[in-house]
């Protein structure tokens, strides 16, 4: 059933700072900075020679695309495709395209940026788009693995990871708790989840 209740900010906003005030911090920013620091050079020596073509995953890969690509010293290119699993949920579903991708990949160095290697369904139905799209290669980057045994592919990796997190739901730094706190400075978790 959908909620047709009125939406009250107040009652939200109360929740969602308990939330926040409870959450144990996973990961620092300073740790953040440092992952990013080191994904950045790693990626500028694989592909800095290539011109490659950023894709940002919508919604969750928007902080980590913008901290990433401020620090390749190398001309590329940057565009987005919005693919959801989770919908503001905690479990992931089926893979709904709110926006595909357009730009021709053909002969193209892909990345894929992303927030989250969860279970990896998600990056495994992109790179399968993109490999069927022409490009020349495709990679991709996750600020955050998630450790457990349940992944889409088994053995799925990132080609650029900057940490591991436990298998607990995170949120912050682009990734949401029920559609909140992607502005977070850090990974949080919430208590007892
Ligand atoms: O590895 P998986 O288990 O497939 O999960 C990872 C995906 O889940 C999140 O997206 P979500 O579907 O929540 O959409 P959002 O980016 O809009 O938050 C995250 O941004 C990844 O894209
Ligand atoms: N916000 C958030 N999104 C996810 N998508 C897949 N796993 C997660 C998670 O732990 N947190």
């Given amino acids: ?78 565009d987005y495709m919005h693919a959801t699993r989770y919908r503001g949920g905690l479990r992931g579903g089926e893979l709904f395209w709110r926006v595909s991708p357009e730009r021709p990949m053909v ?9 989250i290697l969860d279970e990896g369904a998600t990056l495994a139905a992109i790179i399968n788009h993109c490999e069927k799209a022409g490009a020349a290669s495709v990679s991709t980057a996750v600020l955050v693995e998630k450790r457990h045994d349940r992944k889409a592919v088994p053995g799925l990796r990132a080609d650029f990871c900057g940490l591991e997190v436990e298998d607990r739901y995170v949120f912050g730094f682009g990734m949401d708790y029920q559609g909140y706190w992607r502005n977070a400075p850090g990974i949080f978790a919430p208590k007892g989840l």
């Fill in 1 to 78: 059933m959908p909620d047709t209740a009125p939406f009250d900010p107040q009652r939200h906003r109360l929740d969602m700072q308990a939330l926040m005030d409870q959450a144990d911090c996973l990961v620092t920013l300073d740790e953040i900075e440092r992952a990013l620091d080191q994904m950045a050079a790693e990626i500028g020596e694989r592909l800095g020679d290539e011109l490659p073509l950023f894709f940002c995953i919508m919604n969750g890969g928007l902080i980590t695309t913008g901290h990433l690509l401020t620090r390749l010293g190398f001309p590329l290119e940057i």
């Fill in 107 to 115: 002969g193209r160095h892909v990345v894929i940026v992303d927030d």
